[in-house]
T-cell receptor, first 115, second 109 residues
Framework: NAGVMQNPRHLVRRRGQEARLRCSPM?????VYWYRQLPEEGLKFMVY????????ESGMPKERFSAEFPKEGPSILRIQQVVRGDSAAYFC?????????????FGSGTQLSVL | KNEVEQSPQNLTAQEGEFITINCSYS?????LHWLQQHPGGGIVSLFM???GKKKHGRLIATINIQEKHSSLHITASHPRDSAVYIC???????????FGKGTHLIIQP
């Protein structure tokens, strides 16, 4: 039973390019969360998705960032026209259900470096 | 908006010592998570609790809902416990966590 899989593990982009980060949740999990960890800062919530729906995107910048979790395939976090300030570790987590008793399972993260 | 504060920020101890990491939050929550992040970045969920106390091996987590405070204890600490320990507060539903900045723990042999 594979855990949460994120790829790529490391992603290097030049300013202005697009970055696509993928997250495959644990088998059977239909809830996905994306978090960003800036250097020397704590984790920050970005977006919460269920299959085909964005439930809460209050932590995601309004411009250049988007997320999806299609019916088939992984969840994608997309950053358009990347800037140096986007350099960070991006983690996703999944859970079986929502609610107070649900444990989150984290992926190993994608380290995005913008040159 | 919930504010989550952890203390200490950094902690260095000798192998075998009893370790306590504290977490306080400002707004009532539905659950409190303790996470462990090793060098290299991977995050493991250690505990999720909404009341009382949970134990797993040498790790113990407690929460006091009235005081809005949680503690993570490590008994008989070992160098492999060296990591960043993060607490995170969950509001109603699971629509995002508010994280503390983490406690960087180093256990020296």
């Amino acid at each position: 039973n594979a855990g949460v899989m994120q790829n790529p593990r490391h992603l290097v982009r030049r300013r202005g390019q697009e970055a696509r980060l993928r997250c495959s949740p644990m088998k059977g999990h239909s809830h996905v969360y994306w978090y960003r960890q800036l250097p020397e800062e704590g984790l920050k919530f970005m977006v919460y998705l269920q299959k085909e729906n964005i439930i809460d995107e209050s932590g995601m910048p309004k411009e250049r960032f988007s997320a999806e979790f299609p019916k088939e395939g992984p969840s994608i976090l997309r950053i358009q026209q990347v800037v140096r300030g986007d350099s960070a570790a991006y983690f996703c987590a999944s859970s079986l259900r929502t609610g107070r008793d649900e444990k989150l399972f984290f992926g190993s993260g994608t380290q995005l470096s913008v040159l | 908006k919930n504010e989550v504060e952890q203390s200490p920020q950094n902690l260095t101890a000798q192998e075998g010592e009893f370790i306590t990491i504290n977490c306080s939050y400002s707004v009532g929550i539905s659950a409190l998570h303790w996470l462990q992040q090793h060098p290299g970045g991977g995050i493991v969920s250690l505990f999720m609790l909404s009341s009382g106390k949970k134990k797993h091996g040498r790790l113990i987590a407690t929460i006091n809902i009235q005081e809005k405070h949680s503690s993570l204890h490590i008994t008989a600490s070992h160098p492999r416990d060296s990591a960043v320990y993060i607490c995170a507060a969950s509001g109603g539903g699971a629509d995002g966590l508010t994280f503390g900045k983490g406690t960087h723990l180093i256990i020296q042999p």
